[in-house]
């Protein structure tokens, strides 16, 4: 997840020259200047969403997470916050509990915390944070100590040193806190291919509980580098960009799900993204990201019910060339 203000627009980012940050981690809303549809009754949710295990200590967790990048970011405004707290209220009914955020991604923590304690659901959280655009350990303690104040709570599930900036001394400093029990896990973040190859050699120095990286029907490297490595080193696996920042929804909205979408149990290209995701077994959960509760139900959706076979994986990849 990129270190920087979200919500740039694409076009902005493509005549600079940049490389596109995951402005709205693997949200589905549409992008900017694009038409949205109209609202749809949400689907009844049946669950109960699928669990993986984390390798290094066997714990379950729901395979659907949620980010907080862009969507979160809506600062003090109660209009703005009373649709962020029905997301996180259908998050939690449905069984969801891991939820991404970072200290970078503007006023998240502040909203996320805030939200979390009005609904007294913190007990329910897998939280996980970071330590982002930090050098040094001090610089990296006070940060961590700031996130927890904004997420008022006195400690995180999983603290994660992101985009590999200063990664041996932010890794050693999380591993420090895990040991004050301030964390359970450490982690490592990327979310571009290109720095996937510094990603699995970070990996194999540090061996850390979790990674977060980039996977989509349409940037697959991860197949090579991380995932196999993850499983050779028994690191838990999250994933962001699954929407390709919202590009891969819009492309596919107005087109008709293939038949055999029914047979995984997916009404939705959301469900039908996620659930291909999630039939890599290396991976442990996906975190799209919305601030709208009728998408939330439709990600937590894809955590039910079966995933993607060799040839239905094929199929979507070949659809969405």
């Not at 029905?86 to 996320?112: K, M, N, R, W």
């Not at 596919?252 to 055999?260: I, S, V």
């Not at 291909?276 to 139900?297: D, E, F, G, M, N």
Request: proline letters at 6%; hydrophobic letters at 45%.
């Amino acid at each position: 997840m990129a270190n920087r203000r979200e919500f740039i627009s694409t076009a902005t980012l493509t005549a600079a020259g940049i490389a596109l940050a995951p402005l709205v981690a693997c949200s589905q809303e549409p992008a900017a200047g694009a038409a949205a549809p109209a609202a749809a009754a949400p689907k009844p949710f049946k669950g109960p969403l699928l669990t993986r295990a984390v390798p290094a200590t066997g714990e379950k967790i729901p395979v659907i997470g949620m980010g907080t990048s862009g969507s979160f970011e809506v600062g003090t405004d109660a209009a703005g916050r009373a649709p962020l707290g029905e997301v996180l209220d259908t998050f939690v009914g449905a069984g969801g509990s891991l939820i991404d955020t970072a200290p970078t991604y503007s006023t998240a923590e502040d909203v996320l915390g805030d939200l979390i304690a009005d609904a007294k659901v913190r007990q329910k959280l897998f939280i996980a944070t970071k330590l982002s655009g930090v050098s040094g350990r001090e610089e990296g303690l006070a940060q961590f100590n700031d996130s927890l104040r904004r997420l008022k709570t006195d400690k995180v599930e999983l603290l994660q040193v992101h985009n590999l900036r200063d990664t041996a001394v932010q890794i050693a400093l999380a591993r420090e806190l895990k040991q004050q029990g301030k964390t359970r896990y450490v982690g490592l973040t990327h979310y571009r291919e290109d720095g996937q190859a510094q990603l699995a050699a970070e990996m194999r120095q540090h061996k850390p509980d979790w990674v977060q990286i980039n996977y989509s029907p349409v940037s697959r490297g991860a197949e090579k580098t991380i995932f196999p490595l993850a499983q050779e080193l028994g690191i838990a696996v999250m994933i962001n960009r699954a929407f390709e920042d919202g590009r891969l929804i819009s492309q596919m909205r107005d087109k008709p799900l293939p038949p055999w979408a029914a047979e995984v149990g997916a009404d939705s290209w959301a469900q039908l993204i996620l659930k291909y995701v999630l039939s890599q077994p290396a991976v442990t959960v996906v975190i799209p990201a919305t601030s709208k509760a009728r998408h939330q139900l439709d990600n937590l959706k894809a955590g039910t019910g079966q995933l993607l076979d060799a040839k239905q994986r094929d199929a979507l990849v070949a659809a969405m060339a």
